[in-house]
T-cell receptor
Framework: TQLLEQSPQFLSIQEGENLTVYCNSSSVFSSLQWYRQEPGEGPVLLVTVVTGGEVKKLKRLTFQFGDARKDSSLHITAAQTGDTGLYLCAGLMTTDSWGKLQFGAGTQVVVTP | KAGVTQTPRYLIKTRGQQVTLSCSPISGHRSVSWYQQTPGQGLQFLFEYFSETQRNKGNFPGRFSGRQFSNSRSEMNVSTLELGDSALYLC??????????????FGEGSRLTVL
């Protein structure tokens, strides 16, 4: 059982549409990260959110951390083909140096022209 | 600043053989974590090394092992390969350990195929 549940598992949209990916848990996280992985490459860190209710924007991507720090969402406005990839959320339950990052299973996003 | 470098990028082995994968972290990063990625299981944590010591371990059999050298470079070894070991093996570095910030810098991975 994944500690972090991502939904949907797969999303296919056309260029110009908006999309939202969700990352949910029953556990509280001290921080939560979003990564994007493109085919043939390793995941790349997009953002870290730390404070409950925090909203961060990265161009057309908007990330939100839930007030209770148990969930997060990623919203993409006017998606482009370059947004295609596997989006992974990951969370830390502790700031102990030897804590483990928990990864969700990922949401595969495909943006078609 | 050079990124995380993994070698080899691709390799094919047969059942029963062993394999060694290498990872050079970003300069100044002392932590190296290893992950196995498969379509069915997603990203699975193997282990984390910091200053040449294994600090954390996932739920993998003893056939999976690793080590870290004094220059922070790391290797992982899989012995007695099984078909199910076919996967993308990812290495990730961080300056102080993944537990401090959760911010990892990944390499491009080593794609292992076991026949």
């Amino acid at each position: 059982t994944q500690l972090l549940e991502q939904s949907p598992q797969f999303l296919s949209i056309q260029e110009g549409e908006n999309l939202t990916v969700y990352c949910n848990s029953s556990s509280v996280f001290s921080s939560l990260q979003w990564y994007r992985q493109e085919p043939g490459e390793g995941p790349v860190l997009l953002v870290t959110v730390v404070t409950g209710g925090e909203v961060k924007k990265l161009k057309r991507l908007t990330f939100q951390f839930g007030d209770a720090r148990k969930d997060s969402s990623l919203h993409i406005t006017a998606a482009q083909t370059g947004d295609t990839g596997l989006y992974l959320c990951a969370g830390l339950m502790t700031t102990d140096s030897w804590g483990k990052l928990q990864f969700g299973a990922g949401t595969q996003v495909v943006v078609t022209p | 600043k050079a990124g995380v470098t993994q070698t080899p990028r691709y390799l094919i082995k047969t059942r029963g053989q062993q394999v060694t994968l290498s990872c050079s972290p970003i300069s100044g990063h002392r932590s190296v974590s290893w992950y196995q990625q498969t379509p069915g299981q997603g990203l699975q944590f193997l282990f984390e090394y910091f200053s040449e010591t294994q600090r954390n371990k996932g739920n993998f059999p003893g056939r999976f092992s690793g080590r870290q050298f004094s220059n922070s470079r790391s290797e992982m070894n899989v012995s007695t390969l099984e078909l199910g070991d076919s996967a993308l093996y990812l290495c990730a570095s961080s300056r102080l350990g993944q537990g401090r910030t959760g911010e990892l810098f990944f390499g491009e991975g080593s794609r292992l195929t076991v026949l």
